[in-house]
């Protein structure tokens, strides 16, 4: 039997059929020689074919095999169980940033108020200075101008 005569009477490779159905063509190949799926040798024990129709047929029964109705219900409230899990990480994540922003924010805050502090201390100090100059100066002249004169 040849491989163009099998696909002619309708049947697929296992390559073909696992892309169909999702399962391995390994897994199909021992489906067919446990007898749970039709399909039919080719070239002597070598290759396995198999039919879309036993494919669609086996697929649907496993489907319905294996729905479960408490399953069924519970998968929702497995995926709203995820994403609060999900959310809650996220949150905690987002407080953890915004967090380290605050503290870093806090710490630019102080740092510029230092500096300001230091700037106008600096700025202060240095019109103190120039005031304690400018009045030894004209304690300086007011004593020259008054030796001058004999009296004040």
């Known amino acids: 039997m040849d491989i163009q005569e099998k696909q002619k009477e309708g049947f697929i490779t296992l390559k073909e059929a696992s892309l169909l159905s999702g399962y391995s063509s390994d897994y199909l190949g021992q489906l ?8 039919k040798q080719v ?20 489907n319905s095999r294996n729905k ?4 069924e219900d519970r998968a ?10 999900l959310d809650q ?4 994540a987002l407080r953890a940033l915004l ?11 102080l740092f510029e ?4 502090s230091v700037f106008v201390d600096h700025g202060i100090s240095a019109r103190a200075e120039e005031r304690t100059k400018e009045t030894a100066l004209a304690a300086t002249a007011l004593t ?3 030796g001058d004169h004999g009296e004040f």
């Open 76 to 85: 929702p409230l497995r995926a709203r169980a995820l994403t609060l899990a």
């Open 99 to 109: 967090t380290f922003v605050g503290v870093c924010a806090a710490f630019g805050l």
């Open 32 to 39: 067919i020689r446990k007898g749970k799926l039709e399909g």
């Open 68 to 71: 479960n109705p408490v399953e």
């Open 43 to 62: 070239y002597a024990n070598v290759a396995w074919m198999t039919t879309r129709e036993a494919i669609d047929s086996y697929v649907a029964s496993e």
């Open 113 to 116: 108020f230092y500096m300001l």
């Open 89 to 92: 990480r996220g949150s905690r």
């Open 144 to 146: 020259a101008v008054s």
